[in-house]
């Protein structure tokens, strides 16, 4: 198989219309519309049984589906990519999910609206695929800022989402949210085909089905027993079987992906210590960053008898989110100038410095809304740099023609750390709570152990980050001869 250089006339993209800030801002604006979508119904899940005339535990399959069929679709998007052309999948990827929206904008029925929320789910390639579009159309100078943007996306699009899909659901029919959907998807992919350029960048190979196929099969068994087990009971048979499942599956997958000519994930570059331990670090950053999704909403929505409540409305909890996703933004444009300067692996520390602070302070500091907002935005501020280095990183170590598996992989041990920290919130405000007339509410303690939770998880990154090779790299070019890490030949 061919392995294009960085020379070679096959790496360049097609000139867009609008130059370097167009390709930028369009996929952004693709990246926070696909990430919209993790947070869409999150305002009206209280009310979804009965929207969908269903059970509160049937009802949550809404919820999940997106979280399974995202964690499927990222890893398979991202090599076809590398095969096929990026901006291709990107295309196809959007389609789902304006499909999906369209579903779901014309139904009631609980099943209808699962189908519905994974095909959704399944968009969520659009942001790794859109940071190795960037590596491929942009110049070395500009690309550390535009894949800050582009990674901030994720986060930036669940922080807006919030405000935006409670003010929704609060002021008019909750189908309008889905229908907001099909309209954003549609000016999203519009965009891209006029403004986008497809690189002729190709890794050629074949599709590892049997890869995709058993990778999926570990994945949903972990994922629903993560996100299952507080219902089904951690020791029940179907979170156990699933834990089993996964143990069983991947050394399997793994041992697959060795012997195999053209791997779904070439976990010979992955084990690399630099794309190691960033992966790792992701897992762990992805706790943190979610940790504040999970406790921000309740502390502002509970009443003041609970101990630590504003007793304020879904719309105010979404909008106290909002400023720290401009904030996001802002820093992951800002980090380009730490990550050309001293390096990714800089920029990655210093966020897990701010975050771990800003949740450790904020911990002993959720009394009033002005509070929660600096809080949020000092936070976001952190994950914005971490998240804008750790595609630096990864591009920094990979050949060109993995960047879209490679960034998708990364994109989904982001998402791993996110549900293990949904799973570990949840038994802790479940445990340690109070009693407020016949109903138990988290307590005041339990918040506070999450949030010290989340600043223990980016002291870890920041540890793990410290371990990392100082190499200069930003992802804009192929690692040199001296800086790659050696990659054992298949047999």
């Given at each position: 198989?061919?392995?294009?250089?960085?020379?070679?006339?096959?790496?360049?993209?097609?000139?867009?219309?609008?130059?370097?800030?167009?390709?930028?801002?369009?996929?952004?604006?693709?990246?926070?519309?696909?990430?919209?979508?993790?947070?869409?119904?999150?305002?009206?899940?209280?009310?979804?049984?009965?929207f969908?005339s269903?059970?509160?535990?049937?009802?949550?399959?809404?919820?999940?589906?997106?979280?399974?069929?995202s964690?499927?679709?990222?890893?398979?998007?991202?090599?076809?990519?590398?095969?096929?052309?990026?901006?291709?999948?990107?295309l196809?990827?959007?389609?789902?999910m304006?499909?999906?929206?369209?579903?779901?904008a014309?139904?009631?029925?609980?099943?209808?609206?699962?189908?519905?929320r994974?095909?959704?789910?399944?968009?969520?390639?659009?942001?790794?695929?859109?940071?190795?579009i960037?590596?491929?159309?942009?110049?070395?100078?500009?690309?550390a800022?535009a894949v800050?943007?582009?990674?901030?996306?994720?986060?930036?699009g669940?922080?807006?989402?919030?405000?935006?899909?409670?003010?929704?659901?609060?002021w008019?029919?909750?189908?309008?949210?889905?229908w907001?959907?099909?309209?954003?998807?549609?000016?999203?992919?519009?965009?891209?085909?006029?403004?986008?350029?497809?690189?002729?960048?190709?890794?050629?190979?074949?599709?590892?089905?049997v890869?995709?196929?058993?990778?999926?099969i570990?994945?949903i068994?972990?994922?629903?027993?993560?996100?299952?087990?507080?219902?089904?009971?951690?020791t029940?048979?179907?979170?156990l079987?699933?834990?089993?499942?996964?143990?069983?599956?991947?050394?399997?997958?793994?041992?697959?992906?060795?012997?195999?000519?053209?791997?779904?994930?070439?976990?010979r570059?992955?084990?690399?210590r630099?794309?190691?331990?960033?992966n790792?670090?992701?897992?762990?950053?992805?706790?943190?960053?979610?940790?504040?999704?999970?406790?921000?909403?309740?502390?502002?929505?509970?009443?003041?008898?609970?101990?630590l409540?504003?007793?304020?409305?879904?719309?105010?909890?979404?909008?106290?989110?909002?400023?720290?996703?401009l904030?996001m933004?802002?820093?992951?444009?800002?980090s380009?100038?730490?990550?050309?300067?001293?390096?990714?692996?800089?920029?990655?520390?210093l966020?897990?410095?701010?975050?771990?602070?800003?949740?450790g302070v904020?911990?002993?500091t959720?009394?009033?809304?002005?509070?929660?907002?600096?809080?949020?935005?000092?936070?976001?501020?952190?994950?914005g740099?971490?998240?804008?280095?750790m595609?630096?990183?990864?591009?920094?170590?990979v050949?060109?023609?993995?960047?879209?598996?490679?960034?998708?992989?990364?994109?989904?041990?982001?998402?791993l750390?996110?549900?293990?920290?949904?799973?570990i919130?949840?038994?802790?405000?479940?445990?340690m709570?109070v009693?407020?007339?016949?109903?138990?509410?988290?307590?005041?303690?339990?918040?506070?152990v999450?949030?010290?939770?989340?600043?223990?998880?980016s002291?870890?990154?920041?540890?793990?980050?410290?371990?990392?090779?100082?190499?200069?790299?930003?992802g804009?070019?192929?690692?040199?001869?001296?800086?790659?890490?050696p990659?054992?030949?298949?047999?």
């Open positions: 198989m061919r392995e294009p250089t960085a020379g070679d006339p096959a790496t360049a993209a097609r000139p867009a219309p609008g130059g370097a800030g167009v390709i930028v801002a369009v996929l952004a604006f693709s990246g926070i519309t696909v990430s919209l979508m993790q947070t869409l119904i999150i305002p009206i899940i209280p009310l979804l049984p009965g969908l269903a059970s509160p535990a049937d009802a949550a399959w809404a919820v999940t589906a997106t979280l399974l069929a964690a499927v679709a990222v890893p398979s998007a991202g090599r076809l990519g590398d095969m096929y052309g990026k901006r291709r999948m990107v196809i990827s959007v389609a789902l304006v499909l999906g929206s369209l579903i779901g014309l139904t009631s029925t609980l099943w209808v609206m699962v189908l519905a994974v095909l959704q789910g399944a968009a969520a390639g659009v942001i790794p695929l859109g940071i190795s960037l590596r491929d159309a942009l110049p070395a100078e500009k690309l800022g800050g943007v582009m990674s901030a996306s994720l986060g930036v669940g922080a807006l989402g919030m405000p935006i899909a409670a003010a929704i659901a609060e008019a029919d909750w189908h309008m949210l889905f907001v959907s099909v309209i954003l998807g549609i000016v999203s992919g519009l965009l891209i085909l006029v403004f986008v350029p497809e690189s002729d960048l190709r890794s050629g190979g074949s599709f590892d089905g890869g995709a196929a058993g990778l999926s570990a994945l068994a972990l994922l629903l027993s993560i996100s299952k087990g507080a219902d089904w009971g951690w029940s048979a179907p979170t079987i699933g834990f089993l499942v996964a143990a069983v599956v991947l050394p399997i997958w793994g041992t697959h992906q060795l012997r195999t000519h053209d791997p779904l994930v070439d976990l570059v992955s084990a690399g630099q794309v190691l331990l960033t790792i670090a992701s897992v762990v950053f992805g706790f943190a960053m979610f940790a504040q999704s999970l406790v921000i909403p309740q502390v502002v929505q509970l009443p003041k008898e609970a101990g409540g504003l007793d304020s409305t879904i719309l105010m909890a979404g909008l106290v989110m909002a400023p720290g996703g904030v933004m802002v820093a992951a444009s800002a380009a100038k730490l990550t050309n300067r001293y390096g990714p692996k800089i920029t990655l520390m966020g897990a410095v701010v975050v771990g602070g800003a949740y904020g911990a002993f959720m009394h009033s809304i002005w509070q929660i907002i600096v809080i949020t935005s000092v936070t976001s501020g952190g994950i740099l971490a998240y804008a280095a595609p630096a990183l990864i591009m920094g170590a050949p060109e023609s993995q960047t879209g598996a490679a960034n998708a992989l990364n994109t989904l041990m982001r998402s750390g996110t549900s293990f920290a949904s799973a919130a949840g038994v802790v405000l479940a445990t709570t009693r407020l007339g016949p109903a138990e509410l988290p307590s005041e303690t339990g918040f506070q999450v949030m010290l939770a989340a600043a223990g998880s002291l870890a990154a920041l540890l793990i980050a410290a371990a990392l090779p100082r190499r200069r790299g930003v804009g070019r192929a690692p040199t001869p001296a800086e790659a890490e990659v054992p030949a298949r047999d």
